[in-house]
């Protein structure tokens, strides 16, 4: 897998010169901080189906589908203060709000 530093670019990113859409997803996703992962009903849109899919040919993300129709992306990412869970950037919407209240209730619930 990749590492990914603090500017959403691999260190092969100066060699292979990965997709400018990719950096830029990697790049968002750097600064996502409410959601640790993207759940989808398999409805995305065909740019971000792209996106998603050579992030994860790069070995960037992991897109996991448990059944159901159901599926959501993980990845990581090299930060100062670590290794961190990073996601997709969701589109606002009901399943994004939902989605985000979970995350919080799990995290202030473990805290």
Known sequence: MNIINHAGMSSA???ASLDEDV???LYMTAKEVDLCCLMTDGEWED???????RACDLGLITIHSPGGGWSYVTGWRLTRLG???IG???KLGILS???AVFTRLERYSTS
């Open 83 to 85: 290794k961190e869970t």
């Open 97 to 99: 709000r939902l989605l």
């Open 23 to 25: 950096i830029q997803l």
């Open 88 to 90: 997709i950037p969701v």
């Open 13 to 15: 990113a100066a060699i």
């Open 47 to 53: 740019y971000d189906k792209t996106v998603v899919n």
